[in-house]
């Protein structure tokens, strides 16, 4: 195997990394890369350094083709200091175990029971607002999605008070895994939190994990377990859940992935609705086509899940929004045995990085690519694209089980808040992502509310 590396900058240490180019944010420094090296880029730090991949078909190749010559990448390793052996982080057949029997609580009939309480909830938001009122619309978002994912998993409707401080507790955890180091940082490290900015994951960790742990035994203790009772919400599905020798998943592994669906359903939709509003307030010529569908589709009434199929510009806004600014906005990857990438050899255990940040914004790709354009999505300029042009959900056998459940939520919150209400961009307010483990608005989105006539 050829021992010359694709082109990339200087080698480096992580300190320098970190002082220096990566200061500004990952995301900056990548796109930077990705203008002045092109679809394959060594990032030279330490023993191994990162591979920066953008060409699509390769990206294919990693997430579909021939995902089994690939693992989980670094920052899944550091994420399952949290999440343990959930879906996100799990591996080989305890994933696919894991996966065949979570599927069905994301098949329809559940499905149409999320969407009432998707409604109902996001509905009591909006109705508890007041015209002219400044909201942080970030902040708001995370309270909703927050609602509905506990509505949907656990039927269960804390106070404000433990509202609060479940925040606080999943804010510090997402924050862990974007403190400076913390992706290239030796697991170790950030499990105790040794890292600047990670000293408080340890006891939100804890905490999360008794109020979960909390929810689990309690239903166990009424016999949620019975695979023949009945409940609507996800985490009977996953106590009653047997596979094919008639084995049930133990508590630590039902914790593990109603921490992953609690994490994953609640932040990364949040993010997708947060950055929609900031959208709509700059660009009002889309705003107005989106509230003439709600007028004519919902005709004043709360939207519902048979409302979907016709509801295509609202739809194409958050295909849109996610285009730009997708939630999850990067992936990585391990490769378990030496390979050829674009001509150039990459040797096993290489650490590979796929942005979808930078290929939703590639111009080879995307006519005008910083652009908010809904209509694209309705034209068919978007058909004959390839197919990880936009892959806002990943791909292959790891793609997000949640997927219909996230465009589910995402609609109905949407149309649920904006046949009532025009929120707008406060003047003067910085709006600017953060890249975390997904891309938050790093100062919130101050908005003031517009009831709509």
């Avoid at 999943?170 to 990670?198: C, D, I, N, R, S």
């Avoid at 599905?237 to 049930?248: F, V, Y």
């Avoid at 992953?260 to 107005?288: I, K, M, Q, V």
Wanted: charged share 25%.
């Amino acid at each position: 195997m050829s021992s010359i590396h694709p082109p990339g900058p200087a080698p480096t240490n992580l300190l320098r990394l970190l002082r220096g180019p990566v200061a500004g944010g990952r995301a900056g420094y990548f796109r930077r890369l990705f203008q002045e090296f092109g679809d394959l880029v060594h990032i030279p730090v330490g023993r191994d350094g990162f591979y920066l991949i953008s060409d699509v078909d390769l990206i294919q190749r990693i997430l579909e083709t021939d995902h089994r010559r690939f693992s989980k990448g670094r920052g899944l390793d550091n994420a399952a200091v949290l999440l343990r052996q959930g879906l996100l982080t799990s591996e080989g057949a305890l994933h696919e175990r894991q996966r065949r029997l979570i599927m069905p609580a994301f098949h329809r009939e559940p499905m149409r029971r999320y969407a009432q309480a998707m409604t109902e909830l996001s509905a009591a938001r909006a109705a508890s607002w007041q015209d002219g009122q400044v909201l942080d619309m970030a902040q708001e978002m995370m309270h909703l999605t927050r609602a509905i994912v506990a509505r949907c998993l656990f039927s269960h409707q804390v106070g404000q008070d433990a509202d609060s401080a479940i925040d606080r507790d999943l804010t510090t955890l997402v924050q862990t895994f974007a403190a400076p180091g913390a992706f290239l940082a030796p697991v170790w490290m950030v499990e105790k939190g040794l890292l600047p900015g990670t000293w408080g994951a340890p006891a939100a960790r804890r905490r999360m994990d008794a109020y979960i742990r909390g929810l689990i035994r309690a239903r166990r203790a009424a016999g949620a377990d019975d695979p023949r009772a009945e409940s609507g919400d996800l985490l009977a599905m996953l106590l009653a859940a047997r596979d094919e020798d008639g084995g049930r998943m133990s508590e630590d592994q039902i914790r593990d992935e109603v921490m992953t669906l609690f994490l994953a359903g609640h932040e990364t939709t949040a993010n997708a609705l947060s950055w929609t509003w900031y959208l709509l307030s700059e660009h009002p010529e889309a705003d107005a086509a989106l509230a003439a569908e709600l007028d004519r589709v919902l005709d004043g009434r709360e939207p519902t899940e048979e409302d979907l199929p016709r509801l295509s510009y609202t739809r194409a806004v958050l295909s849109e929004s996610m285009r730009l600014y997708p939630p999850a906005w990067i992936i990585g990857r391990r490769t378990l045995q030496d390979e050829v990438m674009l001509g150039y050899g990459i040797p096993a255990g290489s650490n590979l990085l796929m942005s979808q940040w930078l290929v939703h914004h590639d111009a080879r790709h995307w006519p005008q690519p910083e652009r908010f354009r809904p209509e694209r999505w309705l034209d068919g300029s978007t058909e004959a694209l390839p197919k990880y042009a936009y892959f806002p959900f990943g791909g292959g056998p790891r793609r997000c089980i949640g997927e219909a459940f996230a465009w589910t939520e995402g609609m109905l919150a949407l149309a649920a808040i904006a046949r009532l209400w025009r929120p707008r961009l406060v003047p003067g307010h910085p709006v600017e992502p953060q890249p975390l483990i997904t891309l938050r608005p790093r100062h919130g989105i101050r908005m003031r509310l517009e009831r709509r006539a």
